[in-house]
């Protein structure tokens, strides 16, 4: 088993449920145990500003998949809950990053882990020091917490008490 941090976000329709069902069926895998889930956070978009806010989460879990084979069911999973091909940076139902795998740093494209950009991106590492503050990032060798404090992204992302009461409760049924 490898433990692995999941980013979650959606900007389009009922964010929370698009968010909320990904969580429930992470949790529902056999081959992906569940440990933990931020609260949710209302975030600026990236790229392309013209578009509603997101909702971000983050997820830890352990997983017997391999990093290929997780993919490949995140990419399922996201399709199943009914994303749609969109523009790069553009709005989106759902989207479930690797952020880290374990200790490993790999670059086989389509899959470089861990996430190339999640050290420059505020959304992402909001809510992934909720939930493990203390994970190391395998290449650069600093906590998740010391990667928040460092970066540099002014964007605005705040937890939403009253979405992630609804989320929690939806994600716990």
């Known amino acids: 088993m490898h433990d692995v941090y999941l980013g979650l976000g959606s900007n389009v329709g009922e964010r929370i449920l698009f968010i909320a069902r990904a969580v429930k069926k992470l949790k529902a895998s056999r081959s992906v145990h569940f440990k933990k889930v931020s609260g949710i956070y209302e975030t600026e978009p990236v790229g392309i500003r013209e578009q509603a806010k997101f909702l971000n989460a983050a997820v830890w879990a352990e997983t017997s998949f391999s990093p290929h084979e997780l993919l490949v069911y995140l990419k399922s999973l996201e399709k199943q809950l009914g994303r749609r091909k969109n ?66 992204d002014t964007s605005t992302v705040e937890r939403s008490e009253e979405s992630t009461k609804s989320f929690l409760s939806i994600v716990e049924e």
């Open 87 to 152: 523009a790069r940076w553009g709005p989106r139902e759902i989207d479930i990053d690797i952020l880290m795998y374990g200790d490993l740093v790999l670059n086989e494209p389509p899959l470089t882990i861990p996430h190339a950009e999640m050290n420059n991106r505020k959304f992402v590492l909001q809510p992934l020091a909720e939930i493990a503050p203390g994970a190391i990032h395998p290449a650069l060798h600093v906590t998740v917490a010391a990667l928040l404090a460092r970066c540099t």
